[in-house]
T-cell receptor, first 117, second 110 residues
Framework: NAGVTQTPKFQVLKTGQSMTLQCAQDMNHNSMYWYRQDPGMGLRLIYYSASEGTTDKGEVPNGYNVSRLNKREFSLRLESAAPSQTSVYFCASSEGQRFFSGANVLTFGAGSRLTVL | QKEVEQNSGPLSVPEGAIASLNCTYS??????FFWYRQYSGKSPELIMFIYSNGDKEDGRFTAQLNKASQYVSLLIRDSQPSDSATYLCAAPNAGNMLTFGGGTRLMVKP
């Protein structure tokens, strides 16, 4: 029962390098999300995919791109990494987006710690 | 102003005491709130959801929502050292995305 799986768990990049964070969920969830977490800032939404075939910007999308490869997989790409992108990245999924009623909850992956030098 | 605000702490309580964690929010229309617990180096995990005014209890945890004052609280009774973690408050925003507060770090001392 894997839930949400993220790879890699740790990565060190030099400024200007590119990389892709991979995320896969096995819960047959429709919606997937990428958050970043910085000290004292809580979790901030980068991009989300409400359903297979759609992606939308969140609160802090600049410098990132995403791909919803299929229902299971949602990747986050940094085309030209910057030190400001040093953070812990969490992928999450939910069955739907009816958060107001509590009908849906976010399930998080273990996180990917990225350092950009 | 952030939509959901929390005191970063740390909040230090002795073992067996009641820990009280607070969260304020700016959107008067907010009606539902989530509390997540995050151990150091781990991912957030859901511990409580509250929708209406008043209290909701689940074991040692009680969530309280006060819409008039725009705050939501999480009370942890009989605090244990294993409760030491960061507690994140979250609410759906106008776009129906979950917005998180910065989290409050709780330390329960034996």
């Amino acid at each position: 029962n894997a839930g949400v799986t993220q790879t890699p768990k740790f990565q060190v990049l030099k400024t200007g390098q590119s990389m892709t964070l991979q995320c896969a969920q096995d819960m047959n969830h429709n919606s997937m999300y990428w958050y970043r977490q910085d000290p004292g800032m809580g979790l901030r939404l980068i991009y989300y995919s409400a359903s297979e075939g759609t992606t939308d910007k969140g609160e802090v999308p600049n410098g990132y791109n995403v791909s919803r490869l299929n229902k299971r997989e949602f990747s986050l790409r940094l085309e030209s990494a910057a030190p400001s992108q040093t953070s812990v990245y969490f992928c999450a999924s939910s069955e739907g987006q009816r958060f107001f009623s509590g009908a849906n909850v976010l399930t998080f992956g273990a996180g990917s710690r990225l350092t950009v030098l | 102003q952030k939509e959901v605000e929390q005191n970063s702490g740390p909040l230090s309580v002795p073992e067996g005491a009641i820990a009280s964690l607070n969260c304020t929010y700016s959107d008067r229309g907010s009606q539902s709130f989530f509390w997540y617990r995050q151990y150091s180096g781990k991912s957030p995990e859901l511990i409580m959801f509250i929708y209406s005014n008043g209290d909701k209890e689940d074991g040692r945890f009680t969530a309280q929502l006060n819409k008039a004052s725009q705050y939501v609280s999480l009370l942890i009774r009989d605090s244990q050292p294993s409760d030491s973690a960061t507690y994140l408050c979250a609410a759906p925003n106008a776009g129906n995305m979950l917005t998180f507060g910065g989290g409050t770090r709780l330390m329960v001392k034996p």
